[in-house]
């Protein structure tokens, strides 16, 4: 069975920091792109970061550059996102998910195909 489940959200003060954890079972973590999605109430799903399992390039929004980086530990199967200098326009619900294949990093969520329940960052001003 397939499993992605996010850890380590919660509530900062702007310019704090943050590290999102994901858990990844039931399918090769180096065989698939991973990414961060977010949601915030009323908001289009965006992704912030992905790593291709191709060559570990990164992709990050420009709202995020610069602030989150996204790491993979393979040997412990798990994805983080580093996220800091957070402001309140960070606040929504962050999801981990996998891609169709090893170099898939669309920006587009339809493309991926395994995902986690999702864990809340608020950021406070």
């Known amino acids: 069975e397939v499993q992605l489940v996010e850890s380590g959200g919660g509530l900062v003060q702007a310019g704090g920091s943050l590290r999102l954890s994901c858990a990844a079972s039931?399918?090769?973590?180096?065989?698939?792109?991973m990414a961060w999605f977010r949601q915030a109430p009323g908001k289009e799903r965006e992704r912030v970061s992905c790593?291709?399992?191709?060559?570990?390039?990164?992709f990050a929004a420009d709202s995020v550059k610069g602030r989150f980086t996204i790491s993979i530990d393979n040997a412990k199967k798990t994805i983080h996102l580093q996220m800091n200098s957070l402001k309140p326009e960070d606040t929504a619900v962050y999801y981990c998910?996998?891609?169709?294949?090893?170099?898939?990093?669309?920006?587009?969520?339809?493309?991926?195909?395994?995902w986690g329940q999702g864990t809340q960052v608020t950021v406070s001003s």
């Open positions: 039931g399918f090769t973590l180096g065989h698939r792109a």
């Open positions: 998910a996998a891609g169709p294949n090893y170099w898939n990093c669309s920006p587009d969520g339809a493309h991926y195909v395994y």
């Open positions: 790593i291709s399992a191709l060559n570990g390039a990164t």
